[in-house]
Structure formats: C-alpha cells, structure tokens
C-alpha cells in the first residue's frame, strides 16, 4: 500500500523547527477528532487524539488544539525531525456511534535538514 | 500482534475482470471499515461493519462494489467488473466499536486496472 501522490498543500520546514498543519473540519456535531500521519508506502498511522470536550491535549512532541466555535484543529509539532516527513490528515467522527471517520484532504510536511 | 493485514498488497488487473480485496482485522477489533484513497478524492469510506454486520454503504461508489464479512476475522472487497477508474489504493482499518480509539489501518491493497 502507498499513498497515491496527492497534490496537496505541502509546509516545508527546517529540522529542528516546529510545524503547525491545519484543518478545518466539517460537521459542528462532531465529538471526536484524530489525526493521523501516512508516510510513503503504509497507511495511516495514529498520532493523537482530542475530544470535543477539550481545547488542547499534548503527546509526545506534538499538541493538538481545537477550536469549536470556528471549527478548526491544529497539530503542532516541536522540534520537527527528517522522520516527521509525511503526509498528515485530520479526521472527524461524527456524533452516534460506530466511530464512523472522515478524512480531510491532508497537508504535506516535508522536513528539509 | 500482526495488524490489519490485507492482500495483495499491489494488484494489477484488465479491464471487465472481478477483483477481490481481503482483509483481516485486529483480533478482538469489532468494527471494520473499508476506505478508497486517490489522488482527486482523498480517503473516502466506502463501507463500514460492525459485529460483521453492514452499517452504512453509502460510499459504495456503484453496485459494482461489493463487500461482505462472514466472520469476525474475514473481510473482502469486490469490484465486479472493474474499470481504470476504479485504480486507487484501497485500505482496510479495524477498530473497537466504543469512542475513543483511532482506527488501525492496514497497509493497503494498490490496484490498478487496466
């Protein structure tokens, strides 16, 4: 499996820096929101998730925010490393069960040394 | 433990041919879903089980798609008869039914029809 070479946005940044990827979401009924990283050749991975009950969560290196009146999710990555190199989608899931997800269109992220 | 395992992982077929995607999902995973990623469309779901029971197909592109799951371990995806712009890189994921888990994904099936 591969991902497809998705003409998407890319944010380019230096290792060592940190990155910010956006996303605006859908649904204002939404209680649950992921984000997930694809590197070349796999599927996507779990990075971190938030519940629509809270603002900010943090993991290891990397913070997700949430702003439910404008409906928009940030990750936040700290010191950026060449292995952070990725496509980086969001994902929604809306209210009712089955953790049904959509995807967002997904960001780029590619680290240069 | 091993994952969602899918296969093949690459597929290469002709046009009008039937094709057949399988997935295993994470033991003790109760809910499955299978998602089409392309370049113009991104990840879309196509179908999700829960309890191997189908819940929602409304991503089902056409009738020539199809999906089952017979047991809790077993899972496939049919396209009968395919079309070059059924092409895509097909994943499966597994996840417990209860909020609060991301899904595991496999690795994907790429097909490409010809």
């Known amino acids: 499996g591969e991902s497809v070479g998705l003409h998407l946005p890319t944010l380019s940044v230096q290792e060592g820096d940190n990155s910010i990827i956006n996303c605006a979401y859908s649904?204002?009924?939404?209680?649950?929101f992921i984000w997930y990283k694809q590197e070349s050749g796999k599927g996507p991975q779990f990075i971190i998730d938030?519940?629509?009950?809270?603002d900010k969560r943090q993991g290891q290196r990397v913070t997700v925010l949430l702003n439910k009146t404008v409906k928009h999710l940030s990750l936040q990555i700290a010191a950026t490393q060449p292995g952070d190199s990725a496509v980086y989608f969001c994902a929604e899931k809306t209210a009712g069960g089955y953790n049904k997800l959509i995807f967002g269109a997904g960001t780029r992220l590619a680290v240069h040394p | 433990d091993a994952g969602v395992i899918q296969s093949p992982r690459h597929e290469v077929t002709e046009m009008g041919q039937e094709v057949t995607l399988r997935c295993k999902p994470i033991?003790?995973?109760?809910?499955l879903f299978w998602y089409r990623q392309t370049m113009m469309r991104g990840l879309e779901l196509l179908i999700y089980f829960n309890n191997n029971v189908p819940i929602d197909d409304s991503g089902m592109p056409e009738d020539r798609f199809s999906a089952k799951m017979p047991n809790a371990s077993f899972s496939t995806l049919k396209i009968q008869p395919s079309e070059p712009r059924d092409s895509a890189v097909y994943f499966c994921?597994?996840?417990?039914?209860?909020?609060?888990?991301?899904?595991?994904f496999g690795s994907g099936t790429r097909l490409t029809v010809v």
């Open positions: 649904n204002s009924a939404s209680d649950y």
């Open positions: 033991s003790g995973h109760n809910s």
């Open positions: 994921a597994s996840t417990f039914p209860k909020a609060s888990y991301g899904y595991t």
């Open positions: 938030i519940r629509s009950n809270m």
